[in-house]
């Protein structure tokens, strides 16, 4: 199928999905009891902590609740991960459960897994009726990927700092944003530290100047970027996004001196130190950013960078499980999934426990570690203002070229903003080729 | 009629040690050989002609368009000319540290097992560990290096090598080099004690300088082993990719991506299998070709030394 009609077909068909979603509740619910013994394989990407969920806590509940089903979980580095996951769907050895991005995130991502026929449908998941959320894990008609929880890039910041350069309140504009930024530079402080070295962290700002900027006036900007209709070279797009953030860079809120030769996780260990005022971030990394660091307990908060006309954000679904379409146990797969996506099981507030998901539903969502962080994203997803990460909606590979070339126009190789539209469009071509 | 002795047919073989029966047991290396590395070769061919991108098997024969497309869109001249300068600076550094190291460690001086021992410490890391740990020295400001510029009273925070446009490969390759002399320096000493102390005394007698000693006749005994060094030394830069994965990510911008990061950022980022296959097949072409010439032209030294 051409990839480019595949896109628009994906989201016709979680339209159509939406609306008729009733008609498929038709999985064998007794799978597991008419089973006997047997040995289901979750595999997941991450770094296995002291009585790890998946790992751990998953395989006991289950065990509790089903005696005859063991899990076996494997856990590996992401990139690990991804090379294990193609072997073992080349060879046909694919686990059960798999973990997957929604639309065409990562080498995992469930459009080029639904794709190529490796997930199987889960329309008839009890805990996916009626809900209107799931465009993103949606291929052709056929839910592929069962996740509850979201995603969101904001600006973590210091309220002490803040307080100490005279800021009441977070901005609310791209222009107070800006006059927050050089009040805290006046003030001494350092405004905004990122850890460039590591490109992938450019698109933490980016793409939420983008939700303000394209996304809030053309939601249909992606899709009409695969049919040709809007390109990446578009005036008023892509070039005021990075206009914008270059900004930063051009006034040393961000110094790119310094920034370009920070990992991620330094910039995180400068942030809880009190060298900076802000950083951009995602939810994923709260844990880290709000622990104690040298400078204390200081009390931090959470913003969705504002645009010029408004506020919006870059919040979305995020990763969740997918079942293998040639598992010999995929109605029993689909029991595991409803009760542990169920919003009240003993899964589902162990998962919770975690911290590491920020559910859109069920049983405990209000208490999830930092929610008053991340509330306010929440409720401005809900009034249909957050949009998804830009690079769910690219082939793999566009986001690279966006972060190489803006880090040689800060770094001063002379590369120019249409240089960077420019190289994304070419490159965003050249993977839409094949 | 009494029994004849066998006439033994001609080239038969006729060993009491090798039987013919013992090439039997080459058979399970021989397969392995064939399956891990033979095989998968063959396969690399094969994809370069596909646009497989690594999940979907219903690809397409797309001919020679993914080696076009590689010589066409810039990558393989960038990472080319990245590998290049990367490659000659640890081959120099790394041969003439670990000889010059080897040269002080075979004289006669005190705790000279100690020194060894130091010398080849680095080795033993993985590149992961040492890429990790020279992250934090390089690191602007808090890092190791930083830190004593500024104990000196010099700006730490202005030191940032890998966040460098013009520095960050030659950062990389310095700890390419550090962790490497160590094994250089081990051949280049295994070398220097085949060196007939004789010789030397000989070299004594007649007047001849330290240097003189080191250019007339260690040198040209150790030849061989100048080219085993230098040869490996060459493979190994031309397929570097640990420290730009680990340390910068191919950054910044595309300063530090070699020959290999790019067939793995093709292969796994772009998810172009079938062009990264291609991108392979050529850079192992080039890495071949290299090494031939090096080759050739070092045993070709050895003679005239």
Redesign the interface.
Known sequence: MNRKTMFALALTGAMTLAASTAVFADYDHEAIENSGDITITLMVSGVATDNDFETEVLPNLIKEKWPNVTIEATKLPDDNYYTSLKTKLASGECPDLILTQPMYAGQNSCYALAEAGYLASLNDLDTVQGRQDMAAVTYDGDIVTSTSGVSILGCYYNKDLFAQAGIESVPQTWDEFLEDCQKLQDAGIQPIVMGDKDQYVLQFGLYQIAANEIYSKNPDYDIQLRSGETHFTDEGTWDKVLEMYKTLYDNKYIDADMSLGYGASQSITDFIDGKAAMTFDGSFNAPALTAEGAAGAFERGYFPIPGTEGVYTATCLGAGYSIYSGSKYIDQCKEILDYWQDGHSDVWKAHLATGRIIPVYGEGAETVPNIDLFQPFIDLMNEGKGFYWCNQAWPAGTENEMEVLFSEMVGGQGTEIEDITEGMQEKFEDLLED | MADMPKKKRKGANTSLVFTNKMYIFLIPALAMFLVFWIYPVLQLFYYSIT?F??????F?F?GLKNYS?VLS?GTLTNSLKNTMIYAVFTVVLSNVIGMAIAMILNTRIRFKGFFRTCAYFPALFSAIVVGFIW?YV?????GMIGNLLTNIGLDG??F??????RTALYAIAIVEVWKGFGTTMIIYLAGLQTVDESLLEAGRIDGCTEWQLIRKIKLPLISSTVTINVILSVIAGLKAFDYSFIM???????STKTLMFQVY?TA?????M?RASAFSVMAFAFIILITVIMLFYLNKREVEL
Request: hydrophobic share 25%.
């Open positions: 646009n991108n690594g999940i979907n098997y219903d397409d797309v497309k869109n992250s390089y690191m602007p400001g808090a925070t202005a940032n090598p890998l966040g460098n446009f910068t990510n191919g950054g910044p911008g595309k950022e796994f980022t772009d998810m172009k079938g």
